[in-house]
């Protein structure tokens, strides 16, 4: 029975997520570039070749391109569909309701059916979750992989884990790790947290862990040499942007959002979060009392990780969500047995008063949520027209400077990069010289101090002006020798 409602329950997760995809290119402009690699694979060509020009003036915007998994799993639907949204939607709630499947397969066993059915819950309904499927981006599909990881490294810490079938199981988490590294660079984590982990528990390293680590490197080694990408993460770590004091506030302000409510203020927000939290805590105490896992190991490096990165991202905080939602659930069990031992009644009352709290929380945020289109998406029809000038104005060997060019490489097909930082006259002269751009793109926001900028950076009379762009034209000789990013 428990079984069923949990497929009856991510059937209606599947359904609501679908019923929830946003039309139109909504959120970063990163996922313009997952596009431009998906394209590359879609029709065989140089993965790199995405039109958005790197350079060290721009490193903090965007690495040079993002690893290769994401766009390979991106690529059949863009040979079909181009770059239209609503079909990679559909693809990420499908690696959503996967994800969750394999996470009532990590905790099956360690909490009663009806905590594991409101883990599901609580995780495939929560608003911030159902967001991350709106923007075509890596972060569910890491998810997924870190946690079929984590799910086939779980035998491989036990002391007997020396048999054929674990071994086998070693060989899968190895592939699974390596796809969670092939999405995201901090999937490393995963290998690194397993040998610490089974180091730190049984002071020796199984066979299995060993085989996993050498398939994991198998295939990272393959992807370093077929598609080098120059990141530059090593000069991001070095811009110190962020304390970690800083980084702690601003993830717990980001917690809290799991628990906005739309209405009320910050004061429900709060409040639930408040509950919620303890909760969490609560659990969190009572399991790692018995012992510490796996999961729980790699979600405390994770979270250490993020706490000293130099860079926030809300979105970084999602692969630790699945365990502070387990922890919730086992916060609302220890509850249920202390009050229990005093009163079954007013046990059952509490915890299902708390699970209507927290739902409700849920069911508000909706009813204030919008899923319609965006005048501000990438492909809506004011960047269309956008675009359609651009190409018209421009040749096709264009090099364009604009505050948004990954999204303009994506629709325009022309050479694009970011405007350097910093921003002044004279960095702009020896940037245009350096790339060889042929135009610039500037917001008219600002239109007076751009007309400035941009003509004491030899800029020529707008091409054409829009209601919300103008095109310039650079006066600079241009060199045809190759771009110089360095």
């Known amino acids: 029975m428990s079984s069923r409602l949990l497929i009856i329950a991510l059937c209606f997760i599947g359904i609501f997520q679908l019923v929830t995809i946003r039309p139109g290119m909504v959120g970063g402009e990163d996922s313009a570039l997952y596009l431009l690699h998906a394209r590359n694979i879609a029709f065989g060509r140089p993965y790199l070749a995405t039109g958005y020009i790197y350079s060290i003036e721009t490193a903090k915007y965007s690495p040079a391109g993002y690893?290769?998994?994401?766009?390979?799993?991106?690529?059949?639907?863009?040979?079909?569909?181009?770059?239209?949204?609503?079909?990679?939607?559909v693809l990420l709630v499908c690696v959503l309701v996967l994800t969750l499947f394999v996470i009532t397969l990590l905790y099956q066993g360690t909490v009663p059916p009806l905590q594991l059915l409101l883990l599901v819950v609580l995780l495939g309904f929560n608003p911030y979750i159902t967001d991350q499927k709106n923007e075509i981006m890596s972060d569910l599909p890491f998810l997924l992989f870190i946690y079929v990881a984590l799910l086939l490294f779980g035998e491989a810490r036990e002391p007997n884990a020396e048999?054929?079938?674990?071994?086998?199981?070693?060989?899968f988490a190895g592939l699974f790790?390596?796809?969670?590294?092939?999405?995201?660079?901090?999937?490393?984590?995963?290998?690194?947290?397993?040998?610490?982990?089974?180091?730190?528990?049984?002071?020796?390293?199984?066979?299995?862990?060993?085989?996993?680590?050498?398939?994991?490197?198998?295939?990272?080694?393959?992807?370093?040499?077929?598609?080098?990408?120059?990141?530059?993460?090593?000069?991001?770590?070095?811009?110190?942007?962020s304390s970690p004091l800083q980084n702690l506030h601003f993830y717990a302000g980001v917690t809290t959002y799991l628990w906005d409510s739309g209405i009320g203020g910050a004061f429900p927000r709060f409040l639930v979060f408040a509950i919620a939290t303890s909760l969490s805590l609560v659990g969190a105490l009572r399991q790692n009392l018995k012992s510490l896992d796996l999961t729980t190991f790699f979600s405390i490096g994770y979270g250490l990780f993020l706490i000293f990165w130099p860079h926030q991202q809300a979105r970084y905080l999602l692969p630790l969500l699945p365990v502070y939602f387990y922890f919730l659930v086992c916060g609302l069990q220890a509850t249920h047995a202390f009050l229990a031992s005093r009163s079954q009644a007013a046990a059952t009352v509490a915890v299902v008063g708390l699970t209507v709290v927290l739902l409700m929380a849920y069911v508000a945020k909706y009813a204030t949520s919008y899923f319609g289109p965006s005048s501000d998406a990438w492909d809506s029809a004011s960047a269309t027209h956008l675009y359609s000038l651009v190409q018209a104005e421009t040749p096709k060997d264009a090099i364009i400077i604009a505050s948004a060019p990954r999204a303009?490489?994506?629709?325009?097909?022309?050479q694009t990069a970011r405007f350097p930082e910093p921003l002044d006259s004279a960095n702009l002269t020896r940037y245009i010289a350096k790339l060889g751009a042929t135009h610039l793109l500037v917001s008219r926001a600002g239109a007076m101090q751009w007309a400035r900028l941009c003509g004491a950076a030899c800029v020529s009379e707008p091409v054409f002006a829009c209601p919300d762009y103008v095109l310039y034209k650079t006066t600079l000789p241009i060199s045809k020798s190759p771009i110089a990013l360095e």
């Open 67 to 89: 690893p290769p998994v994401f766009p390979i799993m991106l690529a059949p639907l863009f040979r079909i569909y181009g770059p239209t949204p609503v079909p990679y939607k």
């Open 408 to 414: 303009l490489a994506l629709y325009t097909a022309r």
């Open 163 to 171: 048999s054929p079938s674990y071994l086998l199981r070693a060989i």
């Open 177 to 241: 790790s390596y796809l969670a590294y092939g999405t995201r660079a901090i999937g490393v984590g995963i290998i690194f947290s397993i040998i610490a982990f089974v180091l730190f528990r049984y002071r020796r390293v199984p066979r299995p862990v060993i085989m996993a680590v050498i398939v994991f490197a198998v295939f990272a080694g393959l992807q370093s040499r077929l598609v080098s990408i120059n990141s530059d993460y090593l000069r991001i770590a070095t811009l110190k942007e």
